[in-house]
């Protein structure tokens, strides 16, 4: 036995000695949350029936970073999610949360390389990765493609291609390609971004919410095909901040268009603007904002006039109509549907929408501090309230938050959300209130 160990040592060492030495370094880190919470009247906004919800869910994210040197690094992700007891046939990401609770639900978040183009001294990133452009009005989430950056100082340019769809790799006509340029200025207290964003999604109707994975209630061209679906953003993000006011402004306007099998054709006419400020007075920040994304008064006419988005827009705002920490708005668990709700689009999405909030956060302790926001929300146009009826107040939202430090960065978030709902929230007759209550425990490392 010890001869063969000295054997198995000695095959070690020539092995390291014949290998050249690799000068890689290691980073990692990661984040982990878990969070519960229980809502009522979130999906169908009626007393009358029961849709009270409560659970558990966590979720775990990885980074390991290969580094091999300050021009070159291979960057992965990693994430599993879990929602507590939940193993059932087809539970997928959220799946080995119950007794036994193996689950293969480890998912590949991002793999990319980013290494320094010689001679170009920019930076390009090629792979599985993330990208934001303008909050997410028009794009957060990650995706396949490259992307590449060269600093001007205070100039930046971002050139980036997604590859958003390419099921059917032998008919062209199926996939869904993005492409983006982004020109960034930072001086002092100021700073702006003009974005131009390409989708050209071919004969997908993606960009006129018929979704890739969820069916939204708009789609102006219902039971029809579409050819050549151009969709332009075109973006502007405005900016002042310094020690004690943070304000910005967010404005995009919709181009292009698509042909209609059959003859026909139509344009994208919609925008939406987005405003906020943050203002510090001593231990309390002051909040004061709001957005409108248009709707469509003429749903036969072939022009898209309501404000639309490409693929991986995420723009989260409020608990109840826009996600928020606990991930739910009006349609349900984990879910950009929105059922019974006529002719807008809330969550991460907004369309025929418009909101006002104001808000304070009052840092009570330098581990604890409350925060109180209201939303007025709208429709830009109005929409079915109960048969027969349309109307344009979908209600009052209020949200409070405490966030409590525990230990060596790991955090607690209580959350609490009130929505007043008024006639437009749902296309019943006497829309009910809403509410919803969790808590999150979050670190990160």
């Known amino acids: 036995m010890r001869r063969c160990w000295l054997m198995c040592c000695g095959v070690l060492v020539a092995a390291a000695l014949a290998f050249p030495a690799f000068a890689v370094d290691f980073k990692y880190g990661g984040m982990y949350f878990m969070r519960w919470q229980s809502q009522n009247n979130l999906t169908d906004g009626n007393d009358d029936f029961d849709d009270n919800a409560n659970w558990f869910d966590q979720r775990v994210h990885m980074y390991l970073t290969f580094v091999g040197s300050e021009k070159l690094q291979l960057v992965t992700k990693w994430e599993a999610n879990t929602q507590w007891g939940l193993e059932t046939p087809g539970a997928g990401r959220l799946g080995g949360g119950d007794i036994g609770a193996d689950a293969t639900n480890l998912e590949m978040k991002n793999v990319y390389l980013e290494f320094m183009v010689p001679g170009l001294e920019a930076t390009a990133t090629v792979g599985v990765q993330g990208a934001d452009i303008l909050g997410g009005w028009i794009f957060s989430d990650d995706f ?216 304070v956060k009052w840092q009570a302790m330098e581990e604890t501090a409350l925060t109180v926001n209201y939303y007025y929300i709208g429709t830009s146009e109005k929409v079915e309230s109960a048969p027969g009826e349309t109307d344009d107040s979908i209600g009052h939202e209020i949200n409070v938050y405490v966030d409590q430090g525990i230990v060596d960065g790991l955090s607690l978030q209580l959350v609490g959300a009130y929505m007043f709902a008024d006639d437009a929230f749902k296309t019943i007759k006497g829309d009910d209130d809403v509410y919803e209550v969790g808590a999150m425990l979050e670190w990160r490392f």
């Open 144 to 359: 396949s493609g490259a992307v590449l950056t060269k600093s001007f100082d205070p100039l930046n340019v971002r050139v980036g291609y997604v590859a958003g769809q390419n099921q059917n790799v032998t008919d062209v006509s199926e996939n869904i390609d993005d492409f983006f340029l982004e020109l960034s200025y930072a001086q002092g207290p100021f700073s702006a971004t003009l974005v131009g964003f390409y989708q050209s999604a071919n004969n997908n109707k993606t960009s006129i919410f018929e979704d890739y994975n969820y069916d939204q209630p708009v789609d102006w061209l219902s039971g029809r095909d579409v050819r050549g679906n151009d969709l332009i953003d075109l973006g502007l993000y405005l900016a002042y901040t310094n020690d004690w006011i943070d304000a910005h402004v967010n404005f995009v306007k919709n181009l292009g268009g698509y042909d209609i099998v059959g003859g026909g054709s139509g344009d994208y006419k919609g925008w939406m603007l987005e405003a906020r400020a943050d203002v510090t007075v001593s231990s309390f920040v002051l909040s004061a904002g709001g957005f409108y994304t248009t709707g469509d008064d003429d749903l036969n006419d072939n022009d898209v006039k309501a404000f639309v988005y490409p693929r991986g827009r995420s723009f989260y705002w409020s608990e109840i109509l826009g996600l928020g920490t606990l991930d739910v708005n009006a349609g349900g668990f984990d879910t950009y549907n929105s059922v019974g709700q006529g002719a807008y689009v809330p969550g991460d999405g907004p369309s025929n929408l418009w909101m006002l909030t104001a808000g």
